[in-house]
């Protein structure tokens, strides 16, 4: 199925809690999937919560990477958003897991914007008569 996206829902469960609550060290984790998956970064930013959990965002041209994270559960949220098929979430997926240490993980796959369905909807939009 040709789809404009991939996006994956990740769920990181027994990950090391001290990395998940390190924000500089998440957003070097972010920001190093980013490009080891080929995209090309635009900006990040990655907040500390008190008394604990970084959550962050990684702009890429090709979409985003988000991570919300819970240190005293263990467990990090991720959503990995790509548009086009030079860039590979699942690299990004496999160094996550990797580096943040968990020792169980879901991943839904989804494909967004699937072309058929889009250009199906393109042509009812431009064969509508437009009313004042």
């Known amino acids: 199925m040709k789809a404009l996206g991939t996006h994956i829902l990740v769920e990181f469960y027994n990950a090391n809690p001290t990395t998940l609550n390190q924000t500089d060290k998440i957003g ?3 920001n190093q999937a980013a490009e080891l998956a080929g995209a090309t970064i635009v900006s990040s930013n990655f907040h500390h919560f008190s008394p604990h959990g970084v959550s962050g965002v990684v702009i890429i041209a090709e979409s985003h990477l988000t991570i ?3 240190p005293e559960y263990g467990y990090a949220a991720v959503d990995l958003f790509t548009c086009g098929d030079t860039v590979d ?3 990004a997926f496999d160094f996550l897991k990797n580096e943040l240490e968990c020792e169980h993980q879901s991943a839904i796959e989804l ?3 699937q072309v058929q369905l889009v250009n ?3 042509k009812e ?3 509508k008569p437009v009313t004042a």
């Open 111 to 113: 494909k967004r914007g």
């Open 68 to 70: 919300h994270t819970w």
């Open 89 to 91: 979430p699942w690299i």
């Open 125 to 127: 939009i431009h064969h």
């Open 120 to 122: 199906q909807n393109l």
């Open 28 to 30: 070097d984790l972010m």
